[in-house]
């Protein structure tokens, strides 16, 4: 309440209706230093006294919204035709001073997109002010540990700036703070790995930034990072199928030679047993087998050539032919069979539909 006197004389009155409970201080100053020595105040108390009430300091919240909470806020509000653009018209609505704008808007072409607002709240200085007054709600110091609990965009580090080991961090040591920090926050680099959004090939992903390729996996993560993870695939497909074909020829080779001294090895078997030079020639039991009688006369020489009595030489004892069912072993593609057992007659044929015929 400010007062002027007039010409109204020496004496004036101030009243105050309906004040509100606390302290009023009143300033009374003369127009010259002669004039302040003969003021006299008196005051007149209220028909109705009122106990002063005490005011309650604010209490320090637990948490506090972020740069990025304020940002996004702000953005939403001064864009009124929800585009993700701050344009002229929006931009002189939200009242942002002319040497603000020139900070905030990176790319210099006259208006505002999210990421730049964001940077701009985000900046160390700014973030350091917005979350104190925060915390503070009007006092002049805030604790270490809610400072230290606060989800930051930057590094800070506030136990450095605690001179008087207190515990609480007051405007002096947080200005201090503001002149030493630095902005490590980027609103350009999504995944904060260093590369610029529009120059990473993986935004959303740290670990990632290029692409070599073009094969959609990260270099990091790639096997080869300058080859498509799809050409690698089909040439150790194309591999397995050479190497699986190389390993069949060469078992099959593998038993192709095998067999040939298999095949020996049974006639081997086969000759010792006919010819008695084997000791298991002895274990051959010989079968007592009824021949035919002779006849008492000797065939004309017209017998059908058809008869399998014409293998045999006049005058010869007939011999009993193997029954065809009889399965003999195959040697060099010919059928091979001793008959009767032990007796020493080898019978061949060359296939199983053939008649058995002594060997020559």
């Known amino acids: 309440f400010d007062m002027m006197s007039g010409k109204e004389g020496t004496n004036h009155m101030m009243s105050v209706e309906s004040p509100l409970n606390g302290q009023i201080d009143i300033t009374m100053t003369g127009i010259s230093d002669a004039e302040e020595v003969s003021i006299v105040v008196r005051w007149d108390e209220s028909d ?38 701050l344009d002229e018209r929006e931009i002189k609505a939200a009242e942002i001073p ?6 905030i808007d990176v790319n210099q072409d006259g208006s505002l997109e999210y990421r730049e607002v964001l940077q701009f ?15 503070a709600l009007g006092r002049e110091e805030v604790s270490l540990k809610a400072l230290e609990g606060h989800p930051w965009s930057n590094d800070y580090d506030f136990s450095s700036i605690d001179i008087n080991d207190d515990a609480l961090i007051d405007e002096q040591e947080i200005e ?16 904060g790995d260093g590369v610029p959004d529009v120059d990473d090939a993986f935004p959303e992903d740290p670990t990632e930034s290029k692409d070599t390729d073009g094969d959609g996996v990260g270099d990091n993560a790639d096997i080869v990072a300058s080859v498509s993870n799809d050409i690698i695939y089909a040439s150790a497909g194309a591999m397995f199928l050479i190497l ?25 078997r086969m000759t010792e047993v006919m010819f008695g030079q084997s000791s298991g020639a002895a274990d051959y039991q010989k079968e007592e087998v009824a021949l035919p009688e002779m006849p008492d006369s000797t065939p004309t020489q017209d017998v059908q050539a058809s008869t399998v009595d014409d293998v045999f030489s006049i005058g010869q004892p007939i011999k009993q032919q193997p029954p065809s069912e ?25 296939s199983p539909d053939d008649l058995w015929l002594p060997k020559e």
């Open 244 to 268: 699986a074909g190389l390993l069949l020829g060469f078992l099959r080779t593998n038993r192709s030679s095998n067999e040939p001294e298999a095949m020996w090895d049974g006639e081997d």
């Open 98 to 103: 002319a040497d603000e704008l020139k900070v």
């Open 326 to 350: 009889l399965m003999g072993m195959v040697l060099d593609g010919i059928e091979t069979i001793e008959f009767p057992t032990g007796s020493g007659e080898v019978w061949v044929r060359s």
């Open 121 to 135: 709240v985000c900046s160390c200085d700014n973030e350091l002010m917005l979350v104190f007054e925060s915390f």
């Open 48 to 85: 109705f006294p009122v106990e002063p009430i005490e005011p309650i300091a604010p209490v320090e919240p637990k948490a506090v919204d972020s740069c990025t909470d304020v940002a996004t806020e702000i953005f939403e509000d001064a864009d009124t035709d929800g585009d993700g653009v």
């Open 176 to 191: 201090l703070l503001i002149v030493l920090c630095e902005t490590t926050f980027d609103a350009f680099d999504g995944d």
